[in-house]
């Protein structure tokens, strides 16, 4: 199993451990009733089982009702908190599978601010894992940073001021709920698969032009010849 806590990868935990599979001497669905919080909750689960057991703790988490997301934010924040190195941590967030790359981004960037790691060593680390520079800073932002400090740690990893500002952009389209925003469903910014304004039809149109129908010329009579005239 990989483990997160001492900097190896988790990768698919979220899909590979099964519930029967029980973090020894912790019952995290007690632990989160009784007023844990869910890092605390995974802290006392990671240490209960020697940290071994990532899975684990993550199949209760689920079963308990936490989201992947913030399932995801606890794990790197017990992995900051221990010394973990934000590349590996966002290596391993980035392998989780059914986790969009602004997602990891997202939950790593809560848990770096919340352990005292710089928001522009979470872009650099997500750049350097293969994530395009929007999607980093888009992650970033969803974090809940602002835009001051989202921008100025964009900067500070290399990122250019537009792509900068499209990233924060492309976090507030995706929280107002635009599935076309840069980054997501795969397609380009404001898109969904045709020109902008257009849904097959001429640009700024909605429905198809009316045709133009040109007016029927009628046929002229046959010609009389002289000798048929009255």
């Given at each position: 199993m990989r483990k997160l806590l001492t900097g190896i990868l988790l990768a698919a935990a979220f899909t590979t451990a099964s519930a029967e599979d029980a973090v020894n001497g912790s019952d995290i669905a007690a632990n989160l009733a009784s007023g844990m919080s869910v890092q605390e909750a995974y802290a006392?689960?990671?240490?209960?089982?020697?940290?071994?057991?990532?899975?684990?703790?993550?199949?209760?988490?689920?079963?308990?009702?936490?989201?992947?997301?913030?399932?995801?934010?606890?794990?790197?924040?017990?992995?900051?908190?221990?010394?973990?190195?934000?590349?590996?941590?966002?290596?391993?967030?980035?392998?989780?599978?059914?986790?969009?790359?602004?997602?990891?981004?997202?939950?790593?960037?809560?848990?770096?601010?919340?352990?005292?790691?710089?928001?522009?060593?979470?872009i650099s680390a997500a750049s350097a894992a293969g994530v395009p520079s929007i999607v980093a800073v888009q992650g970033a932002s969803a974090s809940g940073a602002d835009t001051a400090t989202v921008t100025?740690?964009?900067?500070?990893?290399?990122?250019?001021?537009?792509?900068?500002?499209?990233?924060?952009?492309?976090?507030?389209?995706?929280?107002?709920?635009?599935?076309?925003?840069?980054?997501?469903?795969?397609?380009?910014p404001g898109l969904a698969g045709n020109t902008p304004g257009q849904n097959g039809t001429a640009p700024g149109q909605t429905t198809n032009p009316t045709p133009i129908v040109l007016p029927t010329v009628p046929t002229p009579p046959p010609a009389i010849s002289p000798a048929n005239r009255g």
């Open positions: 006392a689960a990671s240490a209960a089982c020697g940290g071994g057991c990532d899975a684990d703790i993550m199949a209760q988490m689920q079963a308990a009702g936490v989201s992947v997301a913030d399932a995801m934010t606890a794990a790197a924040s017990v992995a900051f908190a221990s010394g973990a190195d934000v590349n590996a941590v966002m290596a391993a967030a980035l392998s989780v599978e059914g986790v969009s790359q602004a997602d990891a981004v997202a939950a790593v960037s809560s848990a770096a601010t919340a352990n005292g790691v710089s928001l522009s060593s979470v100025a740690a964009a900067l500070a990893a290399g990122v250019s001021p537009d792509v900068a500002s499209a990233g924060i952009a492309s976090a507030a389209a995706t929280a107002a709920g635009n599935p076309n925003a840069p980054g997501q469903n795969g397609t380009a």
